[in-house]
């Protein structure tokens, strides 16, 4: 009988016998050390990207990795050589993220229920997928323009009670007095960010006839050019509420109040009170923008609030419609951010390219030369860390063909191109001991060699040990 340690020395032999039989010209390693760490030997493939999914993935998006390079588990699958995790609202936790993770990404805009900070202390960047659901959010939005200006919801309950009772054929005509409100055409909507749904309301909500101001201290070039031009910009949140008989807010949640750069709470007592008297504010972005206690004293004197977030102290009151969390809930925008996080992931594994990070810089490099070889490093934001790796690939007598080097707060991030020398003898090129001299670069998080088959080719830097 085999006994376990004779199994996993024969079985770590196979696997890197075949990834150098599948690698054209470069020898790595790959999974080195005691397999415990790397979880489930049994049914890994070592020529496939394993992805891990928690939650419900739409099934279109999930059919943007190729099923001959990615392994895609659900929750219910063990998945613990993952390299990637792709998630909607599941509140993930450190230890559910195991150490061959490269990458995680959030079905969705918001990234509250994934450890951003510590991710990025780990060198994992966080993807999003921004503008993906901005329509279903954008139409629930106008959803709660009507809502908040015709009492709809009171009608609906008001015509089922009398139904109950058999008088609403009796009753129609006459209670209709009951539930007046006003049009919306002519009246001024204020928007609170102007990123993908903000645009995309100020445009609906014009062609209603409706005018517009608007307050986006970020707003970028392509936004502006989507807004429709009779947009009045202002300088500050309070400006917009003293102009607007609407407010809708479309701006993240930033944990920490506004005086440290956060959104908790931003829109508080103070900026209450420059809104109109009966003003409707529309918050669909997210609850805890807004202080609920300033808020029902602002209701108590007629105002009225329409959001899809809970409230404890709202829920019940007359002038407040909450909703369940409903700005997402369609099938096409379940698809569109399913596919946007798949293809995000892929680019990132297949090419090292970040796009919508919400921890790591924006970082393309030209596609990968014929006969070279594409190297990522991920590093702590601190001075001289190019050089020393710059340094390691003249070392090694390595040509850089091209490299791009970005950084965003306390994380780096490089992409390097390297010529593959020629080999008369048909030979490989043996990366082993430069990826490991790199990687173990004091300030060094992780390591990445893109060539050959999937999954393989990357190291990380745990607290001074080399785990590749």
Not at 214 to 233: Q, T
Not at 287 to 304: C, H, P, Q, W
């Amino acid at each position: 009988m085999i006994s376990a340690i004779q199994k996993t020395s024969r079985n770590t032999s196979f696997l890197v016998s075949r990834v150098r039989a599948l690698t054209n010209k470069v020898d790595v390693d790959h999974y080195r050390g005691d397999w415990k760490q790397y979880g489930d030997i049994e049914n890994y493939h070592p020529e496939k990207f394993q992805i891990k999914t928690f939650n419900k993935i739409s099934k279109l998006g999930l059919g943007e990795f190729p099923t001959d390079t990615y392994d895609i588990r659900s929750q219910e699958v063990d998945a613990k050589n993952a390299h990637a995790i792709l998630l909607r609202s599941y509140k993930i936790q450190e230890d559910e993220v195991p150490l061959t993770c490269r990458a995680v990404a959030r079905c969705g805009a918001g990234t509250n229920n994934v450890p951003v900070a510590r991710m990025t202390e780990l060198g994992i960047p966080v993807f999003n997928t921004p503008g993906a659901n901005a329509n279903a959010v954008k139409e629930l939005v106008v959803c709660g323009l009507l809502l908040g200006s015709r009492k709809i919801v009171d009608g609906i309950v008001h015509m089922k009670d009398l139904g109950r009772q058999g008088l609403a054929k009796e009753r129609v005509e006459k209670d209709k007095a009951l539930f007046g409100g006003r049009e919306i055409k002519d009246k001024t909507l204020g928007i609170v960010g102007l990123g993908h749904i903000g645009a995309s309301t100020a445009r609906d909500a014009r062609g209603l006839g409706m005018q517009l101001c608007g307050y986006d201290p970020h707003l970028n070039v392509e936004n502006a050019l989507k807004i429709p031009r009779s947009l009045s910009l202002e300088d500050s949140i309070s400006g917009v509420c003293t102009k607007s008989d609407y407010i809708s807010l479309n701006i993240p949640y930033i944990k920490g109040s506004p005086a440290e750069g956060g959104t908790h709470g931003i829109i508080d007592r103070d900026i209450i009170s420059h809104m109109k008297s009966d003003a409707v504010l529309l918050n669909f972005a997210r609850g805890e923008l807004v202080d609920s206690a300033a808020l029902k004293d602002f209701l108590d004197g007629g105002g009225r609030y329409v959001s899809d977030f809970p409230d404890d102290l709202l829920w019940d009151h007359p002038n407040a419609i909450i909703l369940p969390h409903l700005g997402a809930s369609t099938a096409e925008a379940e698809d569109a951010a399913a596919a946007m996080a798949a293809n995000t992931i892929r680019d990132y594994l297949e090419h090292g390219t970040i796009n919508n990070s919400v921890n790591f810089p924006t970082t393309r490099l030209n596609n990968r030369p014929k006969n070279a070889v594409r190297v990522t490093i991920v590093n702590k934001n601190v001075p001289g860390m190019l050089a020393h790796i710059t340094e390691a690939f003249g070392e090694s007598e390595l040509n850089i063909l091209q490299q791009i080097n970005a950084s965003r707060g306390t994380v780096a991030y490089n992409v390097v191109d390297v010529e593959l020398p020629e080999n008369k003898d048909g030979g490989v090129v043996c990366f082993k001991k430069l990826q490991e001299r790199i990687t173990m670069v004091d300030g060094v998080l992780s390591s990445n060699i893109i060539y050959g088959p999937a999954g393989k080719g990357y190291a990380r830097n745990v607290d001074g040990s080399y785990f590749v």
